[in-house]
């Protein structure tokens, strides 16, 4: 794929608004508050700003056959090497794995792995790599994600499996305790606890959102066998993550086992429809019918992860469709950036991004219209799509540096 014609092509071919235009009414409705921190962190590097404009990238995605005539899978959508990490499960360990299933859905099995291989490219100054060591890795990443498709068994990453920096993570959250997790978000005072109002994590929800958020929580807590534990304490709107920023998102200090280390934090989020949707219905690709978003997110999250996460609900506010769970001392990520110039502990972690994305799509296989695990191995076994991959992604690379330059000319 010629790259530079490529680029040139994509960019004339967007509509005549701006780019940063175009990203506007994407995000039209969202809090204004929190879109403007989205926007300033996309203006921030070509990584985060594909983070932040995934609608974009699956505007642009070329129709090449290792795109298009793939077997069908259960997506992340939005795979990058930063939304893969560390969760508690129901049975209690901690797994390491795809954690951000907002854009999920049925799709070809390689565009999340052209997605991720894009990260690892156009993010290469965040990974502290060189180019040359950005492609090198892509191609491990690669290279083990069609292994272990050929393979066929889905496996999973825990403290006893893992390696390198996966393992050192997994291995350091056993030293981390709640108080100290309470302690980033919540003003401690004798024996209660306020949510800490700092505009990096939380900012404050308005009466009526109080409201609202408080009364879901009721009718939440009655019907669990132990309605006590969700007895609210403090409500605010939560800054998290990059894509989603702006959209309905509260975190919410409950009772838990006790105050005040005994508290538990919780996450609403609203759930958006999936920006690969448009893209693939030009493809003639049905979507299975799902009761409403949140359904979709948390079907998909737990058809694709090992273990079900600890705490996950599918739940409605005001009739919207919203997400539940807990923000646990459990969840962070790999610091993939502190490779330390040695190549082998990088290569050890994309090959383990690699792994873990053939997993889940085997985990998921033959669900609702998705390939059953023969078929995604028998197309891993084929010669001609692995290249090809490579190669959509150095231009798609290529091309969100381009729209980057240009949002950051004309952006808000």
Same mark, same amino acid.
């Given at each position: 794929?010629?790259?530079?014609?490529?680029?040139?092509?994509?960019?004339?071919?967007?509509?005549?608004?701006?780019?940063?235009?175009?990203?506007?009414?994407?995000?039209?409705?969202?809090?204004?508050?929190?879109?403007?921190?989205?926007?300033?962190?996309?203006?921030?590097?070509?990584?985060?700003?594909?983070?932040?404009?995934?609608?974009?990238?699956?505007?642009?995605?070329?129709?090449?056959?290792?795109?298009?005539?793939?077997?069908?899978?259960?997506?992340?959508?939005?795979?990058?090497?930063?939304?893969?990490?560390?969760?508690?499960?129901?049975?209690?360990?901690?797994?390491?794995?795809?954690?951000?299933?907002?854009?999920?859905?049925?799709?070809?099995?390689?565009?999340?792995?052209?997605?991720?291989?894009?990260?690892?490219?156009?993010?290469?100054?965040?990974?502290?790599?060189?180019? *040359?060591?950005?492609? /090198?890795?892509?191609?491990?990443?690669?290279? =083990?994600?069609?292994?272990? $498709? @050929?393979? !066929? &068994?889905?496996?999973?990453?825990?403290?006893?499996?893992?390696?390198?920096?996966?393992?050192?993570?997994?291995?350091?959250?056993?030293?981390?305790?709640?108080?100290?997790?309470?302690?980033?978000?919540?003003?401690?005072?004798?024996?209660?606890?306020?949510?800490?109002?700092?505009?990096?994590?939380?900012?404050?929800?308005?009466?009526?959102?109080?409201?609202?958020?408080?009364?879901?929580?009721?009718?939440?807590?009655?019907?669990?066998?132990?309605?006590?534990?969700?007895?609210?304490?403090?409500? *605010?709107?939560?800054? /998290?993550?990059?894509?989603?920023?702006?959209? =309905?998102?509260?975190?919410? $200090? @409950?009772? !838990? &086992?006790?105050?005040?280390?005994?508290?538990?934090?919780?996450?609403?989020?609203?759930?958006?429809?999936?920006?690969?949707?448009?893209?693939?219905?030009?493809?003639?690709?049905?979507?299975?019918?799902?009761?409403?978003?949140?359904?979709?997110?948390?079907?998909?999250?737990?058809?694709?992860?090992?273990?079900?996460?600890?705490?996950?609900?599918?739940?409605?506010?005001?009739?919207?469709?919203?997400?539940?769970?807990?923000?646990?001392?459990?969840?962070?990520?790999?610091?993939?950036?502190?490779? *330390?110039?040695?190549?082998?502990?990088?290569?050890?972690?994309?090959?383990?991004?690699?792994?873990? $994305?053939?997993?889940?799509?085997?985990?998921?296989?033959?669900?609702?219209?998705?390939?059953?695990?023969?078929?995604?191995?028998?197309?891993?076994?084929?010669?001609?799509?692995?290249?090809?991959?490579?190669?959509?992604?150095?231009?798609?690379?290529?091309?969100?540096?381009?729209?980057?330059?240009?949002?950051?000319?004309?952006?808000?």
């Amino acid at each position: 794929m010629p790259t530079h014609s490529f680029i040139e092509n994509v960019m004339k071919q967007m509509p005549k608004e701006s780019l940063a235009a175009a990203i506007r009414r994407h995000n039209a409705g969202r809090d204004p508050e929190r879109l403007a921190m989205k926007f300033a962190k996309m203006r921030e590097s070509p990584f985060v700003f594909l983070r932040g404009a995934c609608h974009l990238f699956y505007d642009a995605l070329p129709d090449r056959p290792a795109l298009t005539q793939a077997p069908l899978a259960w997506c992340c959508g939005d795979l990058h090497f930063e939304n893969f990490g560390s969760y508690k499960a129901d049975n209690r360990l901690v797994y390491f794995d795809i954690n951000d299933f907002d854009e999920a859905a049925l799709a070809p099995c390689t565009w999340d792995i052209v997605r991720l291989l894009t990260s690892l490219r156009c993010g290469a100054d965040a990974l502290h790599a060189s180019p *040359g060591e950005a492609l /090198a890795v892509s191609r491990d990443c690669l290279s =083990a994600y069609r292994a272990a $498709l @050929i393979r !066929g &068994k889905p496996l999973w990453v825990e403290r006893d499996t893992a390696g390198g920096l996966v393992r050192e993570l997994l291995a350091g959250l056993h030293e981390r305790k709640r108080d100290d997790h309470l302690d980033r978000y919540t003003l401690r005072k004798g024996d209660w606890r306020r949510l800490k109002l700092d505009g990096g994590r939380t900012l404050p929800a308005s009466d009526d959102e109080q409201r609202r958020v408080g009364e879901f929580m009721v009718r939440f807590a009655a019907a669990r066998p132990d309605p006590g534990f969700f007895s609210v304490l403090d409500i *605010g709107r939560r800054i /998290a993550g990059t894509g989603s920023l702006g959209v =309905a998102r509260y975190v919410i $200090l @409950i009772e !838990g &086992k006790g105050s005040p280390d005994g508290n538990y934090l919780l996450d609403l989020k609203e759930a958006s429809p999936s920006a690969l949707v448009p893209r693939l219905q030009e493809l003639g690709i049905r979507q299975p019918c799902w009761a409403d978003e949140a359904e979709r997110i948390v079907g998909v999250q737990k058809r694709l992860q090992a273990v079900d996460h600890a705490f996950l609900f599918a739940a409605q506010l005001d009739g919207a469709p919203f997400i539940l769970r807990a923000l646990q001392p459990a969840e962070d990520r790999v610091a993939i950036g502190e490779w *330390g110039h040695k190549l082998d502990r990088l290569r050890e972690v994309v090959v383990t991004l690699g792994q873990v $994305l053939a997993w889940d799509q085997l985990r998921a296989a033959g669900r609702a219209g998705a390939a059953c695990a023969d078929a995604l191995a028998e197309f891993a076994s084929g010669d001609d799509w692995s290249a090809e991959v490579l190669d959509v992604a150095d231009a798609m690379s290529e091309l969100t540096r381009a729209q980057w330059q240009a949002f950051c000319e004309d952006g808000p």
